[in-house]
């Protein structure tokens, strides 16, 4: 029973999943998981690269609810995430919600120094798993 209740997990998810496509949304923008207190979204900020390499390079946003639109937070400046995991992560696309680059740059630059120049660590779990 408990494989029978795992394959239909596993269809399920992959179906999910395997109907969006992360490219038709060009602003790179897509909600993710909100807490009660707060909207949450992600840039993808590679969109065309990461279609050769299959690893996206993302910032993550926050604002409150009740704060005023410009009010935003770096909730993480950046995570280099894999396509699964990050299928797994987003709710849907957004027409708005970019922020100036700078933080993401920073962040960016460091992972590409760390292994000798070839990168930091890879998320391949979530969003929300690799924020902790």
Known sequence: MKTIIFLITFFFN???????????NTTGLWSITPTTKQN?????????????TGIYHIEVIGRDKKAPVWQHKHL???IAINKPALLKSIIKPLKKG???????????????????????????????????
């Not at 992959?14 to 038709?24: C, G, K, Q, T």
């Not at 590409?112 to 779990?125: L, M, P, S, V």
């Open 14 to 24: 992959y179906s999910v999943y395997a109907d969006v496509n992360l490219e038709s």
């Open 40 to 52: 949450r979204w992600l840039i993808i900020h590679n969109l065309t690269e990461a279609q050769t």
């Open 76 to 78: 993480a400046a950046h």
């Open 98 to 132: 970019d922020v100036y680059p700078e933080s993401f740059d920073n962040a960016f630059s460091s992972w590409k120094k760390e292994n000798d120049g070839k990168g930091g660590a890879i998320c391949t779990t979530s969003v929300i798993e690799c924020m902790k």
